[in-house]
Each structure stands twice: as C-alpha cells, then as structure tokens.
C-alpha cells in the first residue's frame, strides 16, 4: 500500500526518535480524496485517539496508521527523501489520491463535479471561498450553493456570471443556465 524508501524510513525514524514521546504514531490522512484537490498529509498521533478504522503498519523505529477509507487513494503511493542543497523533506507520489478525471461519457453531474472541484474551487479557496452543486434541473440548470468566503460576498455575483458559469457553459453547452441558491444575507465569513 504505503511504500517508504529506506532513506525516508530512517529519517521519520530520526523524528520520532527526537519527539521522545511513548505510543507515538505517523497518521497518513487523504483530505478530499477521490478528487482534484486530494492532499496526503502526515501528523504525529496517539492511536488512542483515532478511530476504529485505522489500520496499523509497521516500520522500522515507528508505526503508521491509515483509514481503512483512504486505502484506495494511498494504493501505489511511495515517501521518499528529497534533499535540496542541506534541508530535506519528505515527499509523496500518491498516484490514486485524486481519482481519475471523468470520461466524456459519465453522467453530467459527475463531470461537472470535477470540474468545480479542479478547476473552479481552487480560485475560490483563494478567497476562504466554495461552491458545491446542489443539482441540475429537468431544464438543464445548473443550481449551486456558495460557501466560505463567498456565502454573502458583494461580488459573488460577478464571481458566479464571469467566473462560475462561464467556465461551466464552456465546459458543458448543454446546460442552460447557472444559478445560485445562497443565503447571502449570511455574510459572518464573507471575503468582501
């Protein structure tokens, strides 16, 4: 599942070591697995804490443990050791973390998830913002729901005429319309 080079097992080994903590664990997460802003991260746990899902692995001078749910996304996946002039860091290729992209033949509502998530919710996380597909219509209407920083921005408007739907119809012409169902008169989070 999780190979690790034998540079990287020595060097998390080292970490561990240098925590001088008993019962320490390497806690392998995936956060929005499955799509295009999957990120793999590594934090220090105590397996006491983690839920009943996790499953232990054993390395040398450590242990990881991993949601039975992120085992799919962590398949084929290697931490290695990168060294750049004198700092290093470990690195990840996780290679079914973010899912493959739709064919052009999968349901409309799955294209148009992925194409929220990869190409128009990492511009809104710029602004603390999302937006999330709430359905589409027997009409071929695209209804969204704003989130974050967006829900009651003053340019949400712009962003979802110029940004959202634009980058939608161009992607899907078949849809007629995009329109969001925000309560905007919630601003506590809003970016502007």
Do not use: W
């Not at 990168?82 to 064919?103: D, H, Q, R, Y």
């Not at 148009?112 to 990869?118: D, V």
Request: proline residues 4%; charged residues 25%.
């Amino acid at each position: 599942m999780l190979t690790i080079t034998n540079e990287a097992e020595i060097y998390v080994a080292k970490l561990f070591a240098q925590q001088n903590e008993e019962n320490l664990g390497l806690k392998v997460d995936v956060e929005k697995a499955g799509t295009p802003a999957a990120i793999v991260s590594f934090n220090f746990c105590f397996p006491k804490d983690l839920g009943k899902t996790y499953q232990k692995f054993e390395y040398e001078g450590f242990t990881v443990y991993i949601d039975e749910l992120n085992f799919n996304a962590l398949k084929d996946s290697e931490v290695a050791l990168k060294e750049e002039g004198s700092s290093k860091k470990l690195t990840i290729t996780a290679p079914n973390a973010k899912g493959e992209k739709p064919k052009d033949d999968a349901p409309l509502e799955e294209r148009i998830k992925y194409i929220i998530a990869a190409d128009i919710s990492p511009g809104l996380a710029s602004h603390g913002g999302f937006v999330e597909l709430v359905e589409i219509t027997k009409q071929m209407d695209v209804i969204l729901n704003f989130g974050g920083g967006c829900q009651g921005c003053s340019s949400v408007q712009s962003t979802l005429e110029k940004g959202v739907e634009a980058q939608l119809m161009a992607h899907f012409p078949e849809i007629n319309s995009v329109r969001d169902v925000t309560d905007h008169t919630k601003t506590d989070n809003a970016y502007m």
